[in-house]
């Protein structure tokens, strides 16, 4: 084995193959450490027990060789670092040395020579009271302090925590998101592990410090229970637990089961205080009520006695009346069974006696089932509108290339935000548009409609196709080459679902002119401004709930997506768009009112055709 010298690792140029970036191997140098064993590993980097120049013992994080070529991961690696830089305290290892520009990228933190605490709960079971209190209140420490310093972990889980003389030690910011920081990861991609990470996380709301504090209640479940508190099993069911708030704490203490669950709540809202769980814990430490002061949730209805009907002993039937047979004619014969050998006779065997069974079976308890809505089992999530059929990721693999868009069970729609605001905000345009130029606004929302059912078949086409052939290569390529025909189609159907949407929007302008003449006592023409707004306002809402609308849905919200990709455009895009709609509406209320088509100013045809009331 030729060690790596410090020298080589500084000077090498960073290589473009990854075959070139074997792993290193034990007591090498890397940098000024020599590395001594492997202690931990995960998705992003193996953790190795290392000696610094001076001997001492370090914990030094690589990135794996087929990450440490891709940015993204370097940039990851250097937000870890940026993040652990602010954070201050006895309960987070700190950070001591890094390089994430060299070949190799690494961090140094302090060594933690103790067990994690999943580890610790394995061989010695749940925490008792006044250790569970001790690491629930150290990891609520290193939380408050990691969040004073701007910072989200993301991960906090019981293979994140390790114990030193039962003190708790936080570890592994690979996935930490400091909070003003723009998220670094692809849209949609949710990175944590199942069972530990808040509900929030998975219905693709924004992370903030309640994500933690989820985990952290999470965690702290397990180490009074001894069993991860959402099961284990298919990745969907679990996070399907996570998402409907039903833990298993079947396992733990009736006198604090109340407070976890209400600390597990999918609702951020109705959650406790972190400070009020770690006096409840402190309380229960001592013997005292945990949450006499708090308002929980309760996970099971009260104990109630019920009355056990004494055993008796059953008296034995009685003995069966025996058969009797008809000798045929002729001399009887004994069948070969019943020839009785040579010799003295011998009595028959005594009929076995009755034994009643042991007291204990009758006396033991029923098995206890759990009250309605405790389920440890729950079936996989109902599908969303929409959504395209297929089969359920298993997998550690499968899962993680679904919320990157790829494999068989991608669909890049999923947990995606709604945009409703946004498209609130062209709802608005519309209206006014209609006020200003109602066919010009009629064949705009056409147009809006055939773009966006072409958009939904585009995207919709991909994810059938890679659920059927997995995804590769030429995917893009057979996307633009059909998206002429895409096109097409979603022409003709906008041609169709465009009826009903124009029929109602007639239907409100003379509604409303009529509702506004019989209020104000005066002639309202359908060519004056609110009608019109109301006509296209009643139209576009017509269009998004009527039929085919959830086509129009689905490819109107990739459409703004796709043109607000952060929530600085998203903001952008929906002032953009009510600045618009209130010019559009002041010039023409200021003006010469409706122009019905361009240049011409006159008459609408409406009045001409159906005169005002």
Known sequence: MVPMTADAIADGPVPDDAEELEEPREHTRLGQYRLVQRIGEGGMGVV???LDRHGRAVALKVLRPHIALDPDARTRLAREVNSLSRVSSPFVAPIIDADVEG?????????????????????????????LYRVAHGLAEALDAIHGAGVIHRDVKPANVL??????????FGIAHVADDVRLTMAGLVMGTPGYLAPEVISGQDVTPATDWWGWAATTAFAAGGVPPFGR??????????AQGEPDLLAVDPRIEPLLYAALAPDPAQRPHHHEVVAA????????????????????????VLAVVPTSVMQPAPPAAPAVAVAPTGPPVAPPAARAPAGPPVAPPAAPAL??????WASAPAPVQPPPGYHQHLPAPAPVPGQVAGPVPESESDWDAARQGLGPYADPRIGRPSRAGTLLALLALLGSLSAAAPVVAAMALLGWIALARTADRSVTSLVMRRHERGARSSDVAVAVASSPWHLVVGTIGALLTAVLPLFVGLCALFATALVLGIASGADVSTGQTIPLVAAGIFAGLTAW????????????RSIVRGISPGETMRQVLAALLLVAAAGILAVTVTGDGATWWPRTTAPSWVDTTVPAP
């Open 103 to 131: 070949p190799r990228p690494y961090i140094v933190t302090r060594y933690v020579p103790g067990p994690s605490l999943d580890e610790q709960v394995a061989e010695r079971g749940l925490l008792p009271p006044a250790e």
């Open 163 to 172: 114990l030193v003389d039962g003190e708790p030690v936080l570890i592994d």
């Open 48 to 50: 190795h027990l290392a």
């Open 281 to 304: 814990l402190e309380s229960y430490a001592h013997g005292a009520p945990a949450t006499a002061a708090i308002e929980v949730r309760r996970v099971r209805p009260p104990t109630q």
């Open 233 to 242: 099993g298919a990745m969907s069911a679990v996070l399907a637990r996570v």
């Open 355 to 360: 034994v009643p069974p042991p007291p204990q």
């Open 545 to 556: 709930w009527g039929p085919g609308g959830a086509s129009l849905r689905r490819g109107s």
